[in-house]
């Protein structure tokens, strides 16, 4: 790659990840399920795999049922390993919070470690894995 393929593409996946987070938050799951190649896999700390952009879009509609969300994505490391090919690294923080009350539910720190290929001129995830480094649950009461 030339150092402007270079940064074009980097360009390209943070829109990508921008996208992403944006969909996620607002339940665009149409959005959220195009911008995974169709083989996808994502495979988060202490859940089963998810295997399929489908499949994963799914999962994740039905587990955000009745909570809002905010996610924030910073700090990228991409490294490319071809044209096509890259790697990255974004730190993250998200909020998740009930969709009647509005009352907070959890703040998680962490990092995504992506997998990105292009395909047909347009980079896709391939697969991910969020690894949380700190979960604030205020789901549980705390004991007195």
Not at 2 to 15: C, H, K, P, Q
Not at 20 to 46: F, I, K, M, Q
Not at 54 to 73: C, M, P, Q, R
Request: hydrophobic share 30%; aromatic share 12%.
């Amino acid at each position: 790659m030339t150092e402007i393929e270079r940064l074009i593409a980097l360009e390209d996946i943070f829109r990508l990840k921008g996208r992403r987070d944006r969909a996620l938050d607002t339940r665009d799951w149409d959005t959220y399920c195009a911008l995974h190649v169709p083989d996808h896999v994502s495979e988060n700390e202490g859940e089963d795999p998810r295997r399929g952009a489908k499949e994963n879009t799914d999962w994740v509609a039905k587990f955000l049922e009745g909570i809002l969300t905010v996610h924030h994505s910073h700090t990228p490391e991409i490294v490319f390993d071809s044209p096509t090919t890259a790697c990255g690294t974004w730190g993250m923080e998200d909020l998740l919070f009930d969709e009647q009350s509005k009352r907070q539910l959890l703040h998680g720190f962490g990092f995504y470690h992506e997998r990105y290929e292009k395909r047909d001129g347009e980079w896709l995830f391939c697969w991910r894995q969020l690894r949380r480094t700190l979960v604030l649950d205020y789901r549980q009461p705390t004991g007195s």
